[in-house]
T-cell receptor, first 112, second 114 residues
Framework: DAGITQSPRHKVTETGTPVTLRCHQTENHRYMYWYRQDPGHGLRLIHYSYGVKDTDKGEVSDGYSVSRSKTEDFLLTLESATSSQTSVYFC???????????FGPGTRLLVL | KQEVTQIPAALSVPEGENLVLNCSFTDSAIYNLQWFRQDPGKGLTSLLLIQSSQREQTSGRLNASLDKSSGRSTLYIAASQPGDSATYLCAVLPLTDSWGKLQFGAGTQVVVTP
């Protein structure tokens, strides 16, 4: 299995609070991605990174920001959490932009 | 916008039967197509990746075919086992986007009964 960890694995927070999710990889892959998975919507890309300090928006980026200061870490921040951001968040990595993506175990986030 | 569809949404088969999972996509301009498996409460596990120039890809009991012109891929799992019970997702990487932005189908939930 690809060396990808996500933290925390579960989180309950209140509306309006900031939340940061962390993705850590030990594979030295250049590309990293954040997805959310919701019933009825499947997996949707939030943000992605193609190198240190190089990030861009995905399909559902509103309300989210990301940062990547080191190759191994990709942070996803919900600036002010809303109930619509209750979801399961997955991080993925790939060696090349058209290569296989490897997924982390996910973070379950509940916003009350 | 590329749309990826997987039908049926759920499938139940007795152990030993071959599984046939379908994936269709609306735009044939793709880099590749990937099949993933997801167990309940877990992340996705990559099964097979088919490049747009390939017709099929095989790994053990798994075989995936790709017909780009008709916008279809099929995942075959031979001699199914209860351990094959999971949700199977396909995803395409559009040619128009070079940054790994996979477009996922909603998945087919498979139950293999002993």
């Amino acid at each position: 299995d690809a060396g990808i960890t996500q933290s925390p694995r579960h989180k309950v927070t209140e509306t309006g609070t900031p939340v940061t999710l962390r993705c850590h990889q030990t594979e030295n892959h250049r590309y990293m991605y954040w997805y959310r998975q919701d019933p009825g919507h499947g997996l949707r890309l939030i943000h992605y990174s193609y190198g240190v300090k190089d990030t861009d928006k995905g399909e559902v980026s509103d309300g989210y920001s990301v940062s990547r200061s080191k190759t191994e870490d990709f942070l996803l921040t919900l600036e002010s959490a809303t109930s619509s951001q209750t979801s399961v968040y997955f991080c993925a990595i790939s060696e090349g932009q058209s290569e296989t993506q490897y997924f982390g175990p996910g973070t379950r986030l509940l916003v009350l | 916008k590329q749309e990826v569809t997987q039908i049926p949404a759920a499938l139940s088969v007795p152990e030993g039967e071959n599984l046939v999972l379908n994936c269709s996509f609306t735009d044939s301009a793709i880099y590749n197509l990937q099949w993933f498996r997801q167990d309940p409460g877990k992340g996705l596990t990559s099964l097979l990746l088919i490049q747009s120039s390939q017709r099929e890809q095989t790994s053990g009991r798994l075989n995936a075919s790709l017909d780009k012109s008709s916008g279809r891929s099929t995942l075959y799992i031979a001699a199914s086992q209860p351990g094959d019970s999971a949700t199977y997702l396909c995803a395409v990487l559009p040619l128009t986007d070079s940054w790994g932005k996979l477009q996922f189908g909603a998945g087919t939930q498979v139950v293999v009964t002993p």
